[in-house]
């Protein structure tokens, strides 16, 4: 795991508790983004009894594998078989953090298969088979409201989510709320993850990552144009998670006497400008944006910012990093492309 390479602040690292070294765990998308990272917290833990469920791992995706320490490696096709077969035993913990993460993709049936079927029997399995249950939900869930209010469960029917992808992690949401799992089960809403090992994601890397790559390869910054009056280009507002804090905020939640549905940001939205300017603090450069038309404008949320009180509440979660912090921690490691 490449962050191996830079150890983390011990805040980062991890917590005091001594539940992990004894724990077995399942993490689906283990060798994606967020469930490298969770990986490597689990390691950093004790935790090394860990079955990786994912695609047959690509060049980039085996890369986020590097230096972990994990007992099984299980591709996704086979996990409902092996599951409902007994072949992988019994797990104290289930984190699903693999889906299909393109807000862009426009499969309606593809998108129900992996985000919501998928999950809604994975949950009912772990339910069953008495492994506490942590899964991915998405902000864009919240659809063109600005921020992202989770303390009343009764608004999760009110919301509106603006394209397939916010749909089918809608779907699983309403699923959970419809048949009282959410008293059982933890829903983590994340917001703009960004940090190491997400180069594999193409188009749907952060904007940090694609703009840090811009900076300092191709000199230019390209940002969408606003289309909505009240923002001007590059004023559009995005709330950005480290992804240790990511990483902090599932097991934290693994641990939490409660459940249900909880945001994971930071709680305060920054500008597209603002983030160029930090970029170009960070990097010692003078980069200017260029704004390009957006194919996606109709479907494009321009703000997001969540209220972390539940966040708090519920799972004792408060993050660490901010985006500054966070592009200064990113830099540092080595890790950009």
């Known amino acids: 795991m490449r962050y191996t390479r830079r150890p983390m602040s011990s805040s980062s690292a991890g917590s005091e508790s001594n539940v992990w070294p004894r724990s077995r765990v399942l993490v689906t998308g283990g060798a994606g983004f967020i469930g490298s990272a969770l990986v490597w917290g689990l390691n950093q833990r004790g935790c090394t009894d860990v079955t990786i469920v994912d695609r047959a791992p690509q060049a980039d995706r085996q890369e986020n594998l590097r230096g972990l320490r994990f007992s099984n490696y299980t591709d996704a096709e086979s996990l409902p078989a092996r599951l409902s077969g007994g072949a992988l035993g019994k797990f104290d913990y289930a984190f699903h953090l693999g889906a299909c993460s393109s807000t862009t993709e426009t499969d309606t049936g593809y998108l129900r298969a992996n985000n919501f079927e998928f999950s809604r029997d994975l949950a009912a399995w772990a339910l069953s088979a008495g492994a506490r249950f942590l899964y991915a939900s998405s902000a864009a869930t919240y659809g063109d409201q600005p921020g992202g209010d989770d303390r009343d469960p009764r608004s999760i029917e009110r919301l509106r989510p603006l394209n397939p992808y916010g749909q089918s992690k809608q779907d699983m949401d309403l699923h959970a709320w419809r048949h009282g799992w959410l008293d059982r089960i933890v829903a983590l809403k994340y917001f703009n993850v960004f940090g190491p090992n997400e180069n594999h994601k193409s188009d ?134």
């Open 204 to 337: 749907m890397r952060s904007m940090v990552n694609k703009s840090f790559q811009q900076a300092r390869n191709e000199g230019t910054l390209r940002l969408f144009k606003s289309y909505r009056p009240e923002y001007r280009d590059g004023e559009q507002k995005r709330d950005y998670l480290y992804v240790t804090d990511a990483v902090r905020a599932n097991l934290l939640a693994a641990e939490a006497r409660q459940s249900g549905i909880v945001n994971c940001g930071s709680g305060a939205a920054v500008s597209f400008n603002d983030v160029v300017g930090l970029l170009n603090e960070t990097l010692g450069v003078k980069r200017k944006p260029e704004y390009i038309e957006n194919p996606y404008a109709d479907r494009y949320q321009s703000h997001t910012e969540c209220d972390m009180t539940l966040a708090k509440q519920r799972i004792g979660f408060a993050p660490e990093f901010d985006v500054r912090r966070g592009i200064e921690e990113y830099s540092r490691s080595g890790f950009l492309p």
